[in-house]
């Protein structure tokens, strides 16, 4: 039998301090831990020149504020999972009269040390390490004047 069977408060405890000390959102976060190792999201504004992007995301626990993006910028933070690989990042988009809103990180969807993320005209693309494409999120675009609502 293993010591958290013979003690379940041990194994409480173990939780409470895994998530509480390890887990934490930063944006200048440096630390690294070999059994959860650091997080980095990135995302670009790769629209037109001109064009800001507004972003505002946020966690169950943490709210980054709202950035203001122009064209090349990025904006990023860094985190660890939490225990229970439940750690979701969504972040509100809006730009011109556009705007949608997509989890950008998912803990049990999501494999990638660095998630690189860029804004465009037709959505917002998703990258894994390895550089590949690997989610795209399409904009839900306004109403024309007298187009039927759904």
């Not at 039998?1 to 998530?19: D, H, Q, T, Y």
């Not at 993006?69 to 750690?87: A, C, V, Y």
Request: charged share 25%; aromatic share 14%.
């Amino acid at each position: 039998m293993g010591l958290f069977s013979k003690c379940p408060l041990l194994l409480a405890l173990f939780i409470v301090l895994w998530n509480g000390l390890v887990f934490s959102a930063s944006l200048d976060a440096t630390t690294d831990n070999i059994f959860n190792p650091m997080t980095k999201v990135i995302i670009y504004n790769n629209l037109e020149s001109g064009v800001n992007v507004y972003l505002h995301c946020k966690s169950k626990d943490d709210d980054l504020g709202i950035q203001a993006l122009s064209i090349g910028s990025s904006f990023k933070w860094k985190f660890h999972d939490n225990f229970l690989r439940t750690t979701l990042f969504f972040c509100g988009f809006t730009w011109e009269n556009v705007n949608g809103t997509f989890d950008i990180y998912v803990a049990k969807r999501d494999s990638c040390v660095t998630c690189v993320w860029r804004v465009r005209r037709d959505g917002v693309h998703g990258y894994d390490d390895d550089g590949s494409e690997k989610h795209f999120f399409a904009w839900r675009l306004p109403k024309k004047d007298g187009e039927k609502k759904n």
